[in-house]
T-cell receptor, first 112, second 114 residues
Framework: AQSVTQLDSQVPVFEEAPVELRCNYS??????LFWYVQYPNQGLQLLLK??????LVKGINGFEAEFNKSQTSFHLRKPSVHISDTAEYFC??????????FGKGTHLIIQP | DSGVTQTPKHLITATGQRVTLRCSPR?????VYWYQQSLDQGLQFLIQ???????AKGNILERFSAQQFPDLHSELNLSSLELGDSALYFC?????????????FGPGTRLTVL
């Protein structure tokens, strides 16, 4: 069985400040890790994914994430956020037989 | 635009009714997934098809069924609808249906059961 925990339901950040969205996972099989973003009234868009190899993964829109096997974490970071980054962010794990398992999501709120 | 299309965008119906949601995958993708997004349950995997065959089943109720047609489009049928079925239903597609493949999501169908 797999599970994903996103520790923060909401993260308020000032514009141009750095941000980290936390994600911890649990899995009994090899894991593939994903971060998706959902803008209001839209579907989900892939930001980045970790399959294997380098633990630091770079994605679109300046986001990056680091896979930490010992801490079973895959935290998402951006050094400087913009108003347009306001959205819901979902961490997901794949590798089992049940499609993607998503976390509850983190609402990133950018304050001017 | 992910290339995945879903119709209709919105659906309002009454309890006890039956509805069909439709999904067309990205050109070249052989696998289709259905997910349900609700406020209390979050995003939950329902079912996956690959090239017309069911490949994986998640938390899909017995009142729900799906299929993938020879042209690779998919339909999700929801019957005996209850108030709790109100949710956003997403379809996603991937090229080969492997766990490491990127899944591309459609814009969703918002179902409201009154």
């Amino acid at each position: 069985a797999q599970s994903v925990t996103q520790l923060d339901s909401q993260v308020p950040v000032f514009e141009e400040a750095p941000v980290e969205l936390r994600c911890n996972y649990s899995s009994s099989v090899s894991v593939y890790l994903f971060w998706y973003v959902q803008y209001p009234n839209q579907g989900l868009q892939l930001l980045l994914k970790y399959l294997s190899g380098s633990t630091l993964v770079k994605g679109i829109n300046g986001f990056e994430a680091e896979f930490n096997k010992s801490q079973t974490s895959f935290h998402l970071r951006k050094p400087s956020v913009h108003i347009s980054d306001t959205a819901e962010y979902f961490c997901a794990v794949g590798g089992g037989a049940d499609g993607l398992t998503f976390g509850k999501g983190t609402h990133l709120i950018i304050q001017p | 635009d992910s290339g995945v299309t879903q119709t209709p965008k919105h659906l309002i119906t009454a309890t006890g009714q039956r509805v069909t949601l439709r999904c067309s995958p990205r050109s070249g993708d052989l696998s289709v997934y259905w997910y349900q997004q609700s406020l209390d349950q979050g995003l939950q995997f329902l079912i996956q098809y690959y090239n017309g065959e069911e490949r994986a089943k998640g938390n899909i109720l017995e009142r729900f069924s799906a299929q993938q047609f020879p042209d690779l489009h998919s339909e999700l049928n929801l019957s005996s609808l209850e108030l709790g079925d109100s949710a956003l239903y997403f379809c996603a597609s991937s090229i080969s249906g492997r766990a490491q493949d990127t899944q591309y999501f459609g814009p969703g169908t918002r179902l409201t059961v009154l």
